[in-house]
C-alpha cells in the first residue's frame, strides 16, 4: 500500500495508510559473506512515538515487573515466541491501531506487561531477527501469545546502464502489499547501503505479499524493480534494479519581488521516490543564486525549493535539458508552500489506484472527483503497475497545462481532463 500526492507534497504522505503513525524496522539487507554491506545508520528504537496525542505510555519488562503475573487484573500479559515456539526476549511490542502509543519491551522469558489500556488493542511483536507478529487483539485476563515468523527472503543485483554491476548503493521497500487483509501492512521504513563488488543483495525476514524495491547511488536518479513476491520460508530471487546515469541541471534562484539573487537556498529531487528512508540529490545556491544538482533523471521531474524566510516551491515537469530559475515568495509566517498540481491524493491498493483525497476546490474538486474513485489512466497510460513516485511525476506538470484521467465510479468509466494550478497549501 502506498500514497502518492498529486500536489507534490511528498514527505507526509508515506504512512498515510499505516496505523499510528510508527513504522517498525526491518531485518537489514545482507550481501555475501565476503562483503557485508553496511548499515546507512544505527538501527532505531523499533517504535517511533505517534505524530500526534498523548505522550507514549510505556512498561519496563515483564521480568523486571513483580506484578506482571499471567491474567493480572491491571495489566495486559502475554509472551513472544520466535518461529521455533521459544521465548523471545527483547523483542518490541506495541499497539498497532492506537494514538497513544502503549510500547514495551519482552522480558529473558519473553513475557511482557502492558496498562490495561492496551486492552482490545491490534498488538504486535517487532524483533530485528525475524519478520513481525501478525496484529493480535489484546485482552485482558488473558495470558496473549505473539508469535514472530520467519518471513521470506527478496535477494538480486543492482547494475548500470551498461548492465555492470553497481558496488555501492543505498535500498529500501518502495511499497508492499500484504498477502493476507489482516496482515501487519508496515512499510519497512529504514534504508539501509549496500556495498558489494557484483551489485548483489539479499534481504531476509520479509513479510509474505508483493514489494518493490528502489535503490540510488551518487549522482544517480532513484530507480525501482519490478514488483517481486514474498511468500514465508522461500527465497525469490533475481529482483533486479537499473540506476540509469544522471544528468545535471543548472539554474538559478530569485526573489520573486526584488528579482535579487538568493544565496542558500536548496534544491532537490521531489517525488522521485515513495521511499522516505532515501535522501534527494541535492544542491544549494550560491551567492549568485547559481546552482547544480547532480543525480536528476532524463525524464521528467520534480524540484523542491526551499529557503528560511520563504514559501517552499515545488516545480514539477521539469527535464534536464536546459537551466531552470525560480522565483520565490516571501513566507507572512504561516510556513506554507506553492505547489502547481491538480489537487489529489492517490493510494496504491490491492485493487489499483485509488483517490484517497481532494483539496477542497482544487481542479479535481470542482470537476467532480471524488473520493474512492479509482484512477485507471493518466494521459492514456494505464496506472496499473506504477508506483506512487511514477503516478505522481505523471500528474505534475507546468502550471496551466492539462492531463486527462480515466477514473472508474462504480461500474462506469469517466473521462475527466484538468488543468494544473498553482496552490498554496
Excluded at 38 to 56: C, E
Excluded at 223 to 243: C, H, M, N, Y
Amino acid at each position: 500500500m502506498l500514497a502518492c500526492a498529486a500536489l507534490l507534497v511528498v514527505p507526509a504522505l508515506a504512512w498515510l495508510l499505516l496505523p499510528a503513525g510508527r513504522p517498525p524496522p526491518y531485518p537489514g539487507v545482507t550481501g555475501p559473506a565476503s562483503a557485508p554491506p553496511t548499515p546507512a545508520r544505527a538501527t532505531p528504537t523499533p517504535f517511533a512515538p505517534a505524530a500526534r496525542g498523548p505522550a507514549p505510555v510505556a512498561s519496563p519488562p515483564a521480568d523486571e515487573r513483580p506484578d506482571a503475573a499471567p491474567g493480572g487484573g491491571d495489566e495486559v500479559t502475554g509472551v513472544v515466541v520466535d518461529p521455533d515456539g521459544k521465548p523471545a526476549p527483547g523483542a518490541q511490542v506495541g499497539c498497532e491501531d492506537r494514538d497513544l502509543a502503549l510500547t514495551t519491551t519482552t522480558g529473558a522469558d519473553g513475557r511482557f506487561a502492558l496498562p490495561r489500556d492496551a486492552a482490545s488493542c491490534e498488538a504486535a511483536a517487532h524483533d530485528l531477527r525475524f519478520a513481525p507478529s501478525e496484529p493480535v487483539s489484546l485482552a485482558l485476563g488473558r495470558d496473549n501469545r505473539l508469535e514472530l515468523t520467519r518471513g521470506g527472503t527478496l535477494a538480486g543485483a543492482v547494475v548500470d546502464d551498461d548492465g555492470a554491476p553497481v558496488a555501492s548503493y543505498t535500498v529500501a521497500v518502495e511499497s508492499f502489499l500484504p498477502s493476507s487483509e489482516r496482515g501487519n501492512r508496515h512499510l519497512p521504513w529504514e534504508a539501509r547501503r549496500v556495498e558489494d563488488a557484483t551489485g548483489r543483495f539479499v534481504w531476509a525476514g520479509l513479510l509474505p505479499g508483493r514489494y518493490t524495491l528502489v535503490a540510488t547511488a551518487e549522482g544517480r536518479p532513484p530507480a525501482t524493480s519490478p514488483s517481486a513476491a514474498v511468500e514465508i520460508g522461500r527465497t525469490t530471487d533475481g529482483v533486479r534494479i537499473v540506476l540509469r546515469r544522471g544528468a545535471t541541471l543548472a539554474g538559478a534562484i530569485r526573489d520573486a519581488e526584488t528579482q535579487a539573487p538568493l544565496a542558500g537556498a536548496v534544491v532537490h529531487l521531489d517525488g522521485a521516490t515513495q521511499s522516505l528512508a532515501l535522501a534527494a540529490p541535492s544542491a544549494t545556491s550560491d551567492a549568485d543564486g547559481a546552482f547544480a544538482l547532480e543525480g536528476v533523471p532524463a525524464s521528467p521531474f520534480s524540484l523542491r525549493v526551499e529557503r528560511e524566510g520563504y514559501r517552499t516551491r515545488i516545480a514539477t515537469g521539469l527535464t534536464a535539458g536546459g537551466p531552470a530559475s525560480f522565483e520565490l515568495t516571501r513566507d507572512d509566517g504561516s510556513g506554507r508552500t506553492e505547489a502547481v498540481g491538480v489537487g489529489v491524493i492517490l493510494a496504491v491498493t490491492a485493487e489499483g489506484m485509488r483517490i484517497l483525497g481532494l483539496v477542497p476546490g482544487g481542479p479535481a474538486h470542482r470537476a467532480g472527483v471524488r473520493f474512492g474513485d479509482g484512477l485507471v489512466r493518466i494521459d492514456g497510460t494505464p496506472t496499473e503497475g506504477l508506483t506512487a513516485a511514477e503516478c505522481l511525476q505523471r500528474l505534475g506538470g507546468p502550471e496551466g497545462s492539462s492531463v486527462t484521467l480515466i477514473v472508474a465510479r462504480e461500474s462506469a468509466e469517466i473521462e475527466i481532463t484538468l488543468l494544473r494550478e498553482r496552490m498554496v497549501l
